[in-house]
Nanobody, 123 residues
Framework: VQLQASGGGLVQAGGPLRLSCAAS????????MGWFRRPPGKEREFVAA????????YYADSVKGRFTTSRDNGKNTVYLQMNSLKPEDTAVYFC?????????????????WGQGTLVTVSS
């Protein structure tokens, strides 16, 4: 599966932004989808994930209540709606595909990655 992330940009603190990740190639519904981010000077960290049928979602504590991930299997696309953004959310955001519904918090288990999209939150 090939992934293409989009939607990053510059936003003021407190504002919203929506990221999209479009998939092509192998059947999208074979994959759980995850979002990770790499803040400046830090390691990649888990943000959110959604299972293959969209029935279950997972979030990092730092984004719970502010971010929502969802998927549209008819459009082969997964979304990350980010609200109440904070400067510490500044990072390159990546979407990943995992051919299983377990271990979604761990980047090493993912089978494919998008190229990353930069989100900058100004204070």
């Amino acid at each position: 599966v090939q992934l293409q992330a989009s939607g990053g940009g510059l936003v003021q603190a407190g504002g919203p932004l929506r990221l999209s990740c479009a998939a092509s190639g192998r059947a999208f519904t074979n994959y759980s989808m995850g979002w990770f981010r790499r803040p400046p000077g830090k390691e990649r960290e888990f943000v959110a994930a959604v299972t293959r049928n969209g029935g279950t979602t997972y979030y990092a504590d730092s984004v719970k209540g502010r971010f929502t991930t969802s998927r549209d299997n008819g459009k082969n696309t997964v979304y990350l709606q980010m609200n109440s953004l904070k400067p510490e959310d500044t990072a390159v955001y990546f979407c990943g595909a995992r051919s299983s519904g377990v271990n979604l918090h761990y980047s090493r288990y993912y089978n494919a990655w998008g190229q990353g999209t930069l989100v900058t939150v100004s204070s």
